[in-house]
């Protein structure tokens, strides 16, 4: 066949040699091919020269000389190298070659095609080779592969080359497994390398090749079945320089293999674990100079692939596996490149402990409250429809493994494209776009703001007392002169918002002196959610019975015992009487941490440091006990946890109290008095019958002077702690096990000495609920000075927490306190957030099986012996606190404020809901001025409905303070509107030391869209009091719910938009229908551009469906409030602005914890706030950067947001392995 003679461009002379050998091969396929054998061989062996001798230029004149075939023109002026792309992705050089190997009989003719072929591949980015498989080539190479075995014996050259080619081609073609399965080539080179365990040569290429056969499940699962895993043990050895190459590529091999659970089984039935940690020791003690870490690797992924099954984890048990990895790990943390080896290490150790219950009996709350009815439905419904008995601790089959069977499901669908789509959707997982477009409201009928006032007006009425200013005509008021009681004739008293028949009962005052009581524990009473959930958890619906309070003797500061509890409970009153809870001690109430030891020094001895911003000083008598009701002792001898530190040892000496020398903070705390504190806790009714004050809550709280920035995390400082961990299980005799704290009640927390001074910490979970275990406030006593003590919190439940990213925990020092430095400051090293060995059960989790809790763990060490000192997870904020705030207020109102202080309604625990009104007081009484004063638009704020979220008490009292303050913007907020505020939403929770929810059980700010007055008092008045403002059409011109947030750093808000959900959701909507309003924004871009701690990138105003009950979409669906936010505070700190990089503070020039300055341009959140986040786990990494990616708001369903599905529990796992 004549060829039109090709142009001559740029030296590529139309005759070349190469372009005639092509046309020669070309003319010779097919049956010419087959009659021509020695031609056949001169031809390609001669192409093959050339091609090895100048093959970047035969490649392009190999595309070169087909171009005119496909463009039917002269050569371009392109460039060559860019027609030659072109040609190749054409493909017809490569087709002319593949079908001359396909035609090809010949072994030698063959040989020479696959040099060629190999030569061509390996020049390049890998184009050829997707071209090499769009034109089949594969397959091809399957076939020769195929035809070759039959041959007796076969071409080990032959093979040789074909396995390097498919060893070249197999990762890049996704359908290879399923080709090779298909065509017989599994069993051609398992046999092969049976026959060849001795040929290196051969083998290396073949072990290539059978681990691209093993990365897909169904061909691993045929590979096993053929003895594939047996094969891969006779290869790997122990320690030797020689053969390291194939040694590592057998490894691997083995490693893919190993990922189905029928042949990690069938490894474990071989008793192969053990070989496995044999040569993993064998390398790793004769590696000396760690030149062969990948192999070390490898044969810890291989171990890692086997306890993916639970016969896999309890053989790597039984051989000691957990010993061996940890010793090994151990010496390997010195040498920062050894990291993959310690990571690996690290992940199976932790996969195969064993998992332990929780040292209690039940994760029930340790109190319990009655409750009028039981809902029909919901986790509180539940948890009374366990059968008495049910464990509820742990699962009965429990495992790390979650119903996962031990076998493999076929499927011809390759394990490629399935892992390649596992990864896109875990990335999507991991920038926080994984099921929360799910979650977005689609019905458009819902995303119109409807009011929907289904009570009637008749029924309503009765809340028009509420808005006397919406009414008043001031004719009986002075407007102008001093301040006066008559402008505030309709406010209530401080003491109208406490029980008027309730008789007050003095508290007992913790004492300090040098002899602080410590031997014996004594619950203080809390009323807050600051205290931590030991201090203030339910009790039973039945008062506990008094019990005398024994003898109280000095406190022994040398015994440590860590006790973690409830502050002590006063012996039940009579049924009108209702005892006072203690709010600022929490779940482990005090911790005596050293043995006995007499401490003689008088606290009047004690010499003040010079700095100390307080100077003056008060004597009281303390303590001041529950007047005539014995409180309840509880703990051990030694122990002093519940107590508020010291006041056993006062009552030891006679029944007086000792005299306790306390700070005078009143000149920087104006808004602070002790005395009055304690009469307010006096009124405040507690389910566990608090009998105690905490010291900071009495106290009070002064913001340090310095900054405290972000804790900068050490590297390896979680790994670390992972392995102290791990060491309880290969060495139990060194741990001692110590319940150094438990009260004398039923289903009641504990603290445990672990080892001399390390301690683990329960906390209790909220009251008639078995779970949200995050906040924590607790007391230690008895420390030693200069001992670095660690302390572990081992039933938190968040998958991760800020405590990773910089956030620290809060200290109170007692000697710090009376020395003139009453501070919380941050605390704590080696701080980190990790999954831990401590189960789960399926009750406590939703019903999902197999999870774990997570530990909080910090180091600290003290600085003073005699010292009582505090910790809690944020600043501490009772509802006495509220109360004497609320009352204080009362001096910063001047003739020109309107004050007034309502009690909404009563609690489900029969404590007051209070509701305050600030506005400016009419400039004079005529009737434009009465006019303007009753017609101006009001703004309504809430906080506190999450008790575990003080910042937000913190942030509302700022906003109380700064609204009644002299600024001139102060000053123009009230004359402009009228401000409607309920500070507190649960006060029963804050009370009794609650994390999220209510005395119900159940998350108020679930409860808005239908509430109930019995179990939702506050939420059901709050609503209604915004129904009866939408039916007089004064509905809010702004509502506001104050939150804290626990994962995510700064300041932000959520609110509603209609287009903002379209926008992000898949409805199709016309411009009409997306009609609304932009002023949503309006307030969250004046605070971004005023706040520094303010962030508009971390704001959304999309609508949820799982937030629908929220108060923020209930007041925008229902009420109509187009301005309908909820204000994320962080606990933790800022990462933009000029607050970057530090712990959240409270404003230095007032001293109040927290100030909206606007007047600066700056916005002042709760005093140092605390926020909690997500575990991390790397494995090339130590410790990675933040990851904010999924919304947890104060408003989610669940705190925990555990994943939903498969794939989000293995994105989770594999950040669980991302930190160490």
């Given at each position: 066949m004549n060829k039109p003679k090709m142009a001559t461009e740029k030296g590529v002379p139309s005759n070349s040699s190469l372009l005639m050998l092509l046309d020669q091969i070309e003319r010779m396929n097919g049956e010419a091919m087959l009659r021509d054998t020695e031609l056949a061989r001169h031809v390609t062996a001669k192409i093959l020269h050339l091609i090895q001798t100048q093959v970047k230029d035969f490649c392009f004149k190999m595309e070169y000389r087909y171009s005119r075939r496909y463009y039917r023109s002269e050569f371009s002026s392109d460039p060559p190298e860019k027609s030659g792309r072109e040609i190749m992705s054409k493909g017809s050089g490569m087709e002319v070659i593949l079908a001359s190997l396909e035609n090809c009989r010949d072994v030698q003719t063959t040989l020479n095609i696959l040099y060629i072929l190999t030569e061509l591949l390996s020049v390049g980015r890998g184009h050829r080779v997707e071209v090499f498989i769009s034109k089949g080539g594969t397959g091809i190479l399957f076939q020769i592969l195929i035809s070759a075995?039959?041959?007796?014996?076969?071409?080990?050259?032959?093979?040789?080359?074909?396995?390097s080619l498919l060893a070249k081609v197999g990762p890049k073609d996704r359908r290879f497994g399923v080709k090779a399965r298909l065509s017989g080539a599994l069993n051609v080179t398992v046999n092969l390398i049976k026959q060849n365990l001795q040929n290196t040569k051969l083998l290396l290429p073949c072990l290539h090749v059978l681990r691209v056969y093993s990365?897909?499940?169904?061909?691993?699962?045929?590979?096993?079945?053929?003895?594939?895993?047996?094969?891969?043990?006779?290869i790997i050895g122990p320690y030797s320089k020689k053969n390291t190459s194939l040694l590592k590529v057998a490894l691997d091999a083995l490693g893919a293999l190993l990922k189905s659970k029928t042949n990690a089984r069938r490894a474990v039935d071989g008793g192969y674990v053990a070989i496995l940690l044999a040569l993993y020791q064998d390398w790793h003690r004769n590696d000396t100079r760690c030149r062969h870490i990948l192999i070390r690797r490898g044969l810890l992924v291989c171990l890692r692939n086997i306890t993916n099954i639970k016969l896999g984890r309890k053989a790597f048990l039984d051989a000691d596996g957990m010993r061996i990895l940890h010793n090994s790990s151990t010496e390997c943390l010195p040498v920062r490149t050894l990291d993959p080896l310690v990571n690996t290490s690290s992940l199976i150790m932790r996969k195969c402990f064993p998992k332990n219950r929780l040292p209690l009996p039940t994760i029930k709350s340790a109190f319990h409250f009655q409750l009028p009815h039981i809902p029909a439905g919901g986790p509180v419904a539940q948890l009374y429809s366990h059968p008495p008995g049910v464990d509820d601790v742990v699962d009965d089959s429990d495992d790390n493994e979650e119903a996962e069977a031990d076998t493999d499901t076929e499927n011809d669908e390759d394990e490629k494209d399935d892992c390649m789509l596992k990864g896109q959707l875990m990335l999507l997982f991991l920038c926080g776009f994984l099921f929360r477009n799910d979650d977005i409201e689609t019905d458009l009928n819902k995303l119109y703001p409807k009011r929907s006032l289904c009570r009637p007006f008749e029924e309503l009425k009765v809340y028009e007392r509420f808005f006397l200013e919406l009414s008043e005509d001031f004719q009986g008021y002075t407007l102008k002169g001093p301040k006066n009681t008559n402008s505030m004739s309709s406010s209530a008293s401080p003491s109208s918002l406490s029980a008027s028949a309730r008789s007050p009962r003095p508290v007992t005052v913790p004492s300090a002196q040098t002899q602080p009581p410590n031997d014996i524990p004594t619950p203080s009473s809390q009323e807050d959610r600051s205290t931590t959930k030991g201090h203030e958890t339910q009790q039973s619906?039945?008062?506990?019975?008094?019990?005398?309070?024994?003898?109280?003797?000095p406190l022994d500061l040398d015994n440590i015992h860590l006790s973690k509890g409830k502050k002590e409970e006063a012996s039940s009153p009579s049924d009108g009487d209702k005892v006072i809870e203690k709010e600022l001690v929490s779940p482990f109430e005090c911790v005596s941490l050293e043995e006995k030891e007499d401490l003689n020094v008088d606290a009047s001895e004690r010499v003040r440091q010079e700095g100390s911003p307080i100077s003056a000083t008060r004597h009281i008598q303390s303590p001041l006990l529950l007047g005539g009701i014995p409180t309840l002792r509880v703990g051990s001898g030694g122990s002093n946890l519940g107590s508020d530190c010291g006041s056993e040892g006062a009552d030891e000496e006679g029944g007086e109290g000792g005299v306790l020398e306390v700070p005078d903070t009143a000149r920087l705390l104006p808004l602070h008095n002790p005395d009055l504190y304690v009469e307010m806790v006096k009124e405040t009714c507690s389910v566990p019958q608090y009998a105690e004050v905490a010291y900071p809550d009495y106290f009070g709280h002064v913001a340090p002077t310095f900054k405290e920035p972000l804790l900068e995390r050490l590297y390896g400082v979680q790994r670390s702690k992972i392995f102290q961990d791990i060491e309880r299980l290969i060495h139990p005799n060194d741990i001692l096990d110590k319940v150094v704290y438990d009260l004398d009640i039923p289903n009641c927390p504990l603290a445990i000495q672990v080892r001399k001074y390390e301690y683990d910490l329960v906390l209790n979970a909220d009251i008639n609920s078995n779970h949200y275990h995050q906040w924590f406030y607790f007391e230690v006593s008895g420390m030693r000075v200069g001992v670095t003590y660690r302390f572990n919190i081992i039933n938190c439940e968040k998958s991760n927490s800020q405590f990773n990213y910089g956030m620290q925990v809060l200290m109170y020092s007692v000697q710090e306190a009376i020395s003139g430095r009453p501070c919380w400051v941050r605390t704590g090293t080696d701080i980190c957030y990790y999954k831990n060995y401590f189960a789960r059960s399926s009750i406590a989790a939703g019903g999902q099986k197999g999870k774990s809790y997570y530990t909080l763990t910090f180091s600290t060490s003290f600085s003073h012996k005699d010292d009582v000192c505090y910790f809690a997870y944020h600043y501490p904020y009772t509802f006495s606190s509220l109360k004497m705030h609320l009352s204080k207020l009362e001096d910063l109102r001047t003739p020109q404020i309107y004050l007034r202080q309502d009690v909404l309604c009563e609690t489900l625990g029969g404590n007051h809901c209070p509701l305050v009104t600030i506005t400016a007081m009419p400039e004079s009484k005529s009737s434009n001025h009465i006019y303007q004063f009753r017609n101006r638009p009001l703004i309504f704020l809430s906080?506190?409905?999450?008790?575990?979220?003080?910042?937000?008490?913190?942030?509302?009292?700022?906003?109380?303070?700064?609204?009644?303050?002299?600024?001139?913007?102060?000053?123009?907020?009230?004359?402009?509107?009228?401000?409607?505020?309920?500070?507190?939403?649960?006060?029963d929770g804050v009370i009794n030391g609650n994390h999220r929810c209510s005395l119900s059980g159940e998350d108020l700010n679930r409860q808005w869209q239908n509430p109930n007055p019995e179990l939702h008092p506050t939420i059901y008045h709050t609503k209604s009091l915004l129904q009866y403002l939408a039916h007089i059409q004064r509905a809010p011109l702004v509502f506001c719910d104050y939150h804290g947030h626990s994962r995510k750093k700064n300041v932000f808000m959520y609110g509603c938009s209609l287009k903002e959900t379209v926008w992000q959701s898949n409805i199709s909507a016309t411009s009409s229908d997306l009609q609304e309003d932009l002023g949503y924004r309006t307030l969250p871009k004046i605070l971004s551009e005023i706040a520094p701690a303010f962030s508009m990138a971390s704001s959304s105003f999309v609508v949820e469906r799982s937030k629908e009950s929220t108060a923020r979409v209930v007041v925008w669906r229902e009420i109509g409030v187009q301005r309908s936010y909820t204000m994320e505070s962080t606990l933790c700190g800022c990462d933009q602005g000029k607050y970057k990089g530090h712990q959240i503070e409270g404003d230095r020039v007032s001293q109040s914890p927290t100030r909206w300055d606007l007047d600066n341009d700056v916005i002042t959140i709760p005093t140092k706030t605390v926020s909690s986040s997500p575990t991390t786990y790397v494995m090339e990494e130590d410790e990675p950067s933040f990851l904010e990616a999924i919304d947890y708001s104060a408003e989610s369903n669940d705190e925990d947001a555990e994943p939903e599905n498969e794939l989000a529990d293995e994105a989770q796992e594999n950040l669980d392995q991302l930190s160490d």
């Open positions: 075995s039959k041959e007796s014996p076969p071409s080990v050259e032959l093979m040789l080359q074909l396995h990365s897909n499940l169904v061909n691993a699962m045929s590979l096993g079945k053929i003895e594939g895993v047996e094969l891969m043990f006779k619906s039945s008062a506990l019975t008094p019990t005398p309070s024994p003898p109280l003797t906080a506190r409905v999450h008790p575990g979220e003080t910042n937000a008490s913190w942030v509302m009292k700022g906003t109380l303070e700064f609204l009644m303050g002299t600024s001139t913007l102060a000053a123009s907020l009230r004359e402009a509107y009228i401000f409607k505020i309920v500070p507190m939403l649960n006060p």
